[in-house]
C-alpha cells in the first residue's frame, strides 16, 4: 500500500467515526514547501472513547497493527498512538488533541487541501511552520525540521499572517530559531 493510499484510508476511517483531524508534520509541509521523502505520517484527532472500535475495524491484522490499549492510553493520557502498515512499514502517529492553546488554535485553523487526489484537512502554513520548528527545538536543533520549516517560509512568505506568527514564536520559546529561519531564507 502506498503512503498516499494509506493516508486515504484513515482519513476515510476517521471521517466515518466522525472524528475531526488535521493532518500534519512532514506530509504538510511537503504540500506547503519542499516536497521530501517520509515514512510516517502526523494527525491531530479529536478522538473520543466510543469510536475506537470502529477505528480497529477498519485496520484489521495481520495487514495492520493497531493495538486497543494503546489507544485507550492514549486518548486517557492525551499523547499519541501509532498504526502500522505491514507490507510497506509507514507508520501512521496519531496525536491525540490537548487542550493547550497551540494545539486549539492550529486545530481552529485547519483547512482543506488536496494531496494525490485526497481531500485531507491540514494545519496552516503558519501552524506548520511554528510547529516544525518546536520540534527542531524539541529535538535539540534537527536540521530535518528546521528545513522543513524555512521551505515553507519561503514558497508561502507572501501569504503568511506576520502577527500570528510572532504571536506564537514568543509563546512557544521558538524566538532564536525563528529569528535564523527569516536570516536564511531567500524571499
Not at 514547501?33 to 480497529?56: E, F, M, N, W, Y
Not at 497493527?65 to 501512521?92: P, Q
Request: aromatic share 10%; charged share 30%.
Amino acid at each position: 500500500m502506498s503512503q498516499s493510499e494509506l493516508l486515504k484510508k484513515v482519513i476515510e476511517a476517521l471521517d466515518r467515526a466522525q472524528t475531526e483531524y488535521i493532518v500534519t508534520g512532514s506530509v504538510v509541509s511537503s504540500l506547503q514547501g519542499q516536497p521530501r521523502s517520509t515514512h510516517d505520517i502526523d494527525l491531530v484527532v479529536a478522538l473520543k472513547t466510543t469510536v475506537i472500535d470502529k477505528l480497529i475495524a477498519a485496520f484489521p491484522a495481520p495487514r495492520f497493527y493497531l493495538n486497543r490499549d494503546s489507544i485507550v492510553e492514549a486518548i486517557r493520557a492525551k499523547d499519541m498512538f501509532n498504526l502500522l502498515e505491514a507490507d510497506s512499514g509507514d507508520k501512521v502517529d496519531f496525536w491525540i488533541l490537548t487542550d493547550s492553546e497551540f494545539d486549539q488554535s492550529r486545530f481552529s485553523r485547519r483547512y482543506v487541501e488536496e494531496f494525490e487526489g485526497v481531500k485531507i484537512c491540514v494545519t496552516s502554513p503558519e501552524d506548520t511552520i511554528l510547529a516544525k520548528l518546536r520540534w527542531a527545538r524539541l529535538s535539540g536543533g534537527s536540521e530535518k525540521h528546521f528545513t522543513d520549516a524555512l521551505r515553507v517560509y519561503e514558497l508561502q512568505s507572501s501569504k503568511l499572517d506576520m502577527d500570528y506568527l510572532n504571536l506564537w514564536v514568543n509563546k512557544l520559546d521558538i524566538l532564536p530559531l525563528w529569528q535564523k529561519l527569516r536570516e536564511q531564507a531567500q524571499v
